[in-house]
């Protein structure tokens, strides 16, 4: 398996072979989250307007999502995973159209060129890793998304180093030289900035903890829908993992 990293939009565009879509702050930190609290489905919707549509043309439907950090009109949770724990009694049963500026933008950027394409962040990248290594791809792109996909975030570039050291024993990963960079980084330091308060400072707590949900999840296109689904794909499974006692 030849394992490379890129980054950013560009690198999504450019991906090959199965990819792997890093964000971990904060979009692909909420989508495991959101099946693990009991979501039925989940679209991934690049264009806000058409993401605000999509609520009315799925009743009682959520939408989670956000436009440069800024949660959309509509969207109670923003783009926030403490936000998503405090409103995980609302979640179970539900279809979720999910908007976000980098990662979600960057699945459907990816999707153009390739076959398979599977979304990760610290708290699934063990359960993505295994998927990537039961997919047996000869060639895999770790794409680390960064700042709204255009500039390099320290928490993606470690979190795409952290799985690509799960495909490949010789890669070496140390998680607390990573966390001291991130913790002195313009991507952690603004969850506090009193200017922006719709960024909640108990997010990238729970977005770097690593593997706590065993789910890797998969963009598959259905119609003219962008669908995020669990693998192995299964219709009938149960609703919530109930994995963390939430």
């Known amino acids: 398996m030849y394992i490379k990293t890129t980054r950013l939009l560009e690198g999504a565009r450019g991906s ?11 979009a692909f930190t909420c989508l495991p989250l959101l099946y693990h609290l009991g979501a039925k489905r989940v679209i991934l919707e690049r264009d806000v307007e058409r993401a605000k549509r999509l609520m009315g043309e799925f009743p009682d439907s959520l939408l989670v999502g956000e436009q440069n950090e800024v949660p959309i009109e509509g ?9 998503i724990l405090k409103k995980r009694k609302s979640l179970k049963g539900k279809l979720v159209i999910h908007r976000s500026t980098a990662g979600v933008v960057g ?27 039961k997919a047996a791809f000869l060639e ?3 794409v680390a998304m960064g700042e709204r996909g255009i500039s390099p975030s320290p928490e993606d570039e470690a979190c795409a180093l952290y799985i690509h050291s799960l495909l490949e024993p010789g890669v070496l990963y140390d998680h ?3 966390m ?3 913790l002195g980084s313009y991507s952690y330091k603004k969850f506090f900035d009193p200017h922006r308060p719709y960024l909640e400072p108990e997010d990238p707590i729970i977005c770097l903890q690593r593997d706590l949900v065993p789910l890797a999840l998969e ?6 829908l962008v669908m ?14 109930d994995l963390m006692g939430f």
């Open 16 to 26: 090959e072979g199965l990819v792997v879509i890093i964000d971990v702050f904060r």
């Open 176 to 178: 607390f030289w990573h």
């Open 75 to 83: 969207s109670e949770i923003g783009n926030s995973p403490y936000r």
């Open 228 to 241: 995020a689904k669990p693998l192995p794909y299964d219709e009938d499974r149960p609703i919530g993992y």
């Open 140 to 142: 895999v792109t770790l």
């Open 180 to 182: 001291e960079k991130i």
């Open 219 to 224: 963009a598959v296109r259905e119609g003219d």
């Open 107 to 133: 699945v459907h950027e990816a999707l153009r060129n390739n076959t398979r394409v599977f979304m990760s962040g610290f708290i699934n990248a063990k359960a993505t890793a295994d998927a990537v290594k």
